[in-house]
């Protein structure tokens, strides 16, 4: 499994988990850890702001373990109404494409798969990574208008 951290100038983090191992709070915030780390290497001026984060509402992510870590540095959680996939950027913007890339390919081992994954998000442009995050804010403009009765037109 394959989890991918992207802001408007590209992909901050990609942690893949070993075979058979399986996500809870911990190996969550685990993960943060590492997120944390690659935004000091990658965007540090980020880090002296408040980071706001997205990430949908499963077990892992709305954990106590993970609420305390969150609070712990700071970072602000914009809200993700259940079932809502349309305000996910990396649902409604990177997976299709990833998808279609991939689509067809045959890989001989894991680390194979792993380097097509990594070459691929390396070669995308910024604008790709720019537009999926302003599709974000029309996308919750049109949620917050009617009140939080969102629907998709």
């Known amino acids: 499994m394959a989890t991918v951290f992207w802001d408007a100038k590209g992909v901050i983090l990609l942690d893949i988990l070993q075979q058979a191992q399986c996500i809870n709070a911990a190996q969550y915030c685990s993960t943060l850890d590492r997120l944390k780390e690659a935004i000091r290497r990658k965007r540090p001026g980020l880090l002296r ?3 706001v984060f997205q990430h949908d509402n499963a077990t ?3 954990a106590n373990l993970t609420q305390q870590w969150l609070q712990c540095y700071g970072w602000e959680i914009l809200p993700h109404p259940a079932h809502s996939s ?9 997976f299709g494409p990833l998808k279609r890339h991939l689509g067809g390919m045959a890989f001989e081992t894991e680390d194979d798969l792993i380097s097509e994954l990594r070459n691929w998000f390396d070669n995308l442009d910024v604008d790709f990574f720019r537009v ?4 974000l804010l029309s996308r919750w403009q049109k949620y917050i208008d ?6 998709e037109k």
């Open 49 to 51: 702001r408040s980071v």
């Open 60 to 62: 892992p992510h709305s």
């Open 86 to 94: 349309d305000l996910a950027p990396s649902d409604f913007h990177l």
């Open 132 to 135: 999926g995050i302003n599709s």
């Open 146 to 151: 009617p009140h939080g009765d969102y629907v």
